[in-house]
């Protein structure tokens, strides 16, 4: 299998060298681009299957690169990861735009990066036909079934996507704003107190089907789908 493909798009050369080097070590090919004009015209000679995007860049910024790739169909299949300064800086966006599949917060490890490197492509390999399995449950994205040691789960259209976005992002904390931006959609206004109240209905379909405790609640963070237990 040919190594995947990464777009860095940082404009300080230093930590795109320092990035480039050790991707190439973890096995990836990489392209460098200094700011957006050279990101979007490596894209479309490239074809990277991921591109890492700092927030902060010359012509653009990272949000309005990411904004603008996710949008166009030319680039469906491509991951985006962006590096942030400060946590709370990805909040804020993700509450206005929510288009990244992950963020890293500066300064990270190169073994962190590489890490959410795998994750977030091994994510982007699950399209639609494909089923997906955690613990006893399993999920047919074809047909929108899902079954709990082959015991069907009734569930709603929002439940559904709900666990869907969940199992495939497993072991990883979402706030109510996250999880708004991601199953619901970045410009719909719903409360939060809504994704309680589907978490809940959720819940109450997995513990009938014999699949309880999978969703956990983190107290002051939010939701976790996990297998593992809490
Ligand atoms: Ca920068």
Redesign the pocket.
Known sequence: MAASKILIV???APIREMIAFHLVRAGYETVEAGDCRSARQLLADERPDLALV?W??PDMSGLELTRMLKRDEDNEDLAVIMLTARSDEYDKVAGLEGGADDYITKPFSPRELVARIQAVLRRAKTTDGETIRAGVLELDTAGHRVTADDVEVRLGPTEYRLLRFLMTHPDRVYSRTQLLDRVWGANVYVEERTVDVHVRRLRKALTEAGADEYIQTVRGAGYRFSTRGS
Request: glycine residues 0%; aromatic residues 0%; proline residues 0%.
């Open positions: 940082e404009d300080e700092d902060m860049l």
